[in-house]
């Protein structure tokens, strides 16, 4: 079986659920096509197929493009058309979509075409079909949480073109059902997953032989992780006079607005900006920290919680989408209401003051369910399932 997945990019070092999806086809015998419309240095997984440079597109580009196909695909570029102008398309819009596309409507034998991404599939509703292959989409979080607020209605073709569904979370999928999805719709969900070898309690935590509280966060400094609402939380803390340190890594756009909140409300002693860093390195800050918080307004679903599970870290969320599927509120972890920095707050504090053996617990429940639910050998096999059933 031969599976062609449409990303922008090449994955990069954190996305590792497209790299062990890929790994995890290859071993069972799959062979895979990424189509993208950047590389990324030292990605070399699996066989790339880069879209051409839309840069200074225009009557000549589109020329061209509509003769390479009239030469390498002449039916497949026949069926192309006729599907977009029953989708009342523009011939214009046709040539511009015939050469943007021109990489994946070359492609031979694909039994799927598998969106990464269900905005990524918008406008490119009829490829599947055109050149002979089942077409699949990924719902993660972004693109059904959040754009469509912007963009309603972006879906309907979509859903109407799609064989199967992958989904991350019964959450993301509900929120599919509400942003018109038919019932009809074939679907499966594959939860993220990580290495749990790699992720890895070796012995209680440093950070319980220390007197300061010790907090992390990884994620991106982007305003839908609601920094904001931790640091306000993190200042109540300090009112209270619980001594903490807490370590954010990660960069983004939010970076100096969140640094200014520190500087405002008196805490850079207590909160440090670790930036960006590799995998092998969260280890270290796993293994010496006693919370991991994740208070995002939207959340797909998140691998840094699962990781900070299995290293046995205890989680304190917020209720945004999977979430309240990742951590098992009171079993595995707490869920707090997103936007209420003074629920966290109490949160924090209440997760302190438990007696030690309730959080080893905690820890026990939460390294024990990560290691027999969200383990990538799991995955790997429910993706070869989503294929094949």
């Known amino acids: 079986m031969k599976i062609g997945i449409v990303l922008s990019n090449t994955p990069s070092y954190s996305e590792t659920f497209f790299i062990s999806k890929i790994k995890g086809l290859q071993k ?39 003769l390479f196909l009239v030469l390498r695909k002449p039916l497949t ?74 963009n309603p209605k972006c879906y309907d073709l979509l859903w109407e073109s799609i064989d199967k569904l992958h989904v991350i979370s019964n959450h993301i999928l509900n929120l599919a ?77 939010e970076e100096e607005k969140l640094k200014y909140l520190v500087y405002e409300l008196g805490l850079i002693n207590n909160i440090i ?39 046995g870290v205890l989680p304190i969320v917020s209720n945004a989408e999977g979430l309240s599927e990742n951590v098992l509120n009171n079993k595995t972890g707490w869920v707090v209401p997103k936007n209420s920095p003074k629920l966290l707050a109490d949160k924090i504090v209440e997760v302190i003051n438990l007696p030690e053996s309730n959080k080893e617990k905690i820890r026990k429940q939460s390294i024990e369910r990560v290691i027999i639910e969200f383990n990538i050998e799991k995955q790997q096999k429910e993706f070869i399932d989503f294929y094949t059933e």
């Open 77 to 150: 570029l026949w069926k192309f058309i006729v599907f977009e102008k029953k989708s009342n398309v523009s011939f214009s819009k046709i040539f511009k979509k015939i050469f943007i596309n021109q990489h994946i409507l070359v492609s031979t034998n694909l039994d799927w075409l598998h969106f990464g991404f269900a905005t990524q599939a918008i406008g490119r509703e009829n490829l599947a079909k055109a050149i002979g292959a089942k077409m699949a989409v990924s719902l993660r979080g972004f693109d059904i949480g959040i754009y469509p607020l912007k």
């Open 273 to 311: 900006f670790i930036g960006k860093i590799s995998h092998k390195e969260t280890l270290n800050y796993f293994k010496n920290s006693d919370i991991y918080i994740q208070y995002s307004l939207q959340e797909g679903f998140c691998n840094a919680v699962l990781e900070a599970q299995s290293m």
């Open 177 to 253: 059902y509400t942003n018109g999805l038919k019932n009809n719709v074939p679907y499966q969900k594959i939860t993220p997953a990580i290495d749990t070898f790699f992720f890895k309690k070796k012995s209680l935590n440093d950070a319980s032989k220390k007197n300061q509280l010790q907090l992390m966060t990884i994620g991106r400094l982007h305003w839908i992780k609601d920094y904001t609402s931790v640091i306000v939380a993190l200042k109540n803390l300090k009112n209270r006079g619980i001594d903490f340190e807490y370590k954010i890594i990660g960069d983004g756009p």
């Open 28 to 66: 069972h015998g799959f062979e895979v096509v990424l189509f993208v419309k950047q590389t990324n240095n030292g990605f070399n997984f699996c066989n790339i197929k880069k879209a051409p440079n839309i840069n200074g597109f225009g009557i000549l580009k589109s020329i061209f493009g509509f």
